[in-house]
């Protein structure tokens, strides 16, 4: 599959920092989503953009779709502690492929 | 809905016995992937199928692997025999479109 590359590897913040992440493909994708794998658990779909320079807001999440299509980025503002897990950006390249995966960024909070 | 179920949660086997993951995806969903994740290697793709028939199995290791889908709402992968290079959480997705996975929880693989 394509690689995705995603940063920060890991984040530690305090309650009530906001969060910014992104990800980078050398390719083109047509699809970008945003998923968090709370531990012990499957990743679910936070944010999904279906189109170039897409703004999509989930609450206090906050996702864009490069107008390169070679990027995106997730924002959460005024982190909770609950925030915590591994978010992952995922893309795909057109209909007929599977979803490729970043590795994930890993964020922590403190009260 | 129950969304999708994986069993075992978690298996430990000994290198060389067969392990048997198995998957119960969501009624109506005519996707289902099989994913492995490691810290070395993230999210990887193991193979895919669209109304019960593989589409892509690229991604599968090697001929230790396979993966059967008898009807739309049951999936396998099968490891034999197992290796402790194999050890990962194997995740279970479907989807009724492309995109927009719904995962199950996952079956932690430890083969010592």
């Known amino acids: 599959g394509q690689q995705l590359n995603q940063s920060p590897q890991s984040m530690f913040i305090q309650e009530g920092e906001d969060v910014s992440m992104n990800c980078t493909s050398s390719?083109?994708?047509?699809?970008w989503l945003w998923y968090k794998q709370d531990p012990g658990e499957g990743p679910v779909l936070l944010i999904a953009l279906y189109k170039a320079g897409e703004l999509t807001s989930n609450g206090r999440l906050t996702a864009q779709f490069g107008i390169t299509r070679k990027d995106s980025f997730l924002n959460i503002s005024a982190s909770i502690p609950s925030d915590v897990g591994i978010y992952f950006c995922?893309?795909?390249?057109?209909?007929?492929?599977?979803?490729?995966f970043g590795k994930g960024t890993s964020l922590l909070v403190t009260p | 809905d129950a969304g999708v179920i994986q069993s075992p949660r978690h298996e430990v086997t000994e290198m060389g016995q067969e392990v048997t993951l198995r998957c119960k995806p969501i009624s109506g969903h005519d996707y289902l992937f099989w994913y492995r994740q490691t810290m070395m290697r993230g999210l990887e793709l193991l193979i895919y199928?669209?109304?019960?028939?593989?589409?892509?199995d690229s991604g599968m290791p090697e001929d230790r692997f396979s993966a059967k889908m008898p009807n739309a709402s049951f999936s396998t992968l099968k490891i034999q025999p197992s290796e402790p290079r194999d050890s990962a959480v194997y995740f279970c997705?479907?989807?009724?479109?492309?995109?927009?996975?719904?995962f199950g929880s996952g079956t932690r693989l430890t083969v010592v």
């Open positions: 997705a479907s989807s009724p479109t492309y995109y927009g996975y719904t």
């Open positions: 995922a893309g795909q390249l057109d209909s007929g492929y599977a979803l490729n």
């Open positions: 199928f669209n109304n019960n028939v593989p589409i892509d």
């Open positions: 390719s083109i994708f047509n699809t």
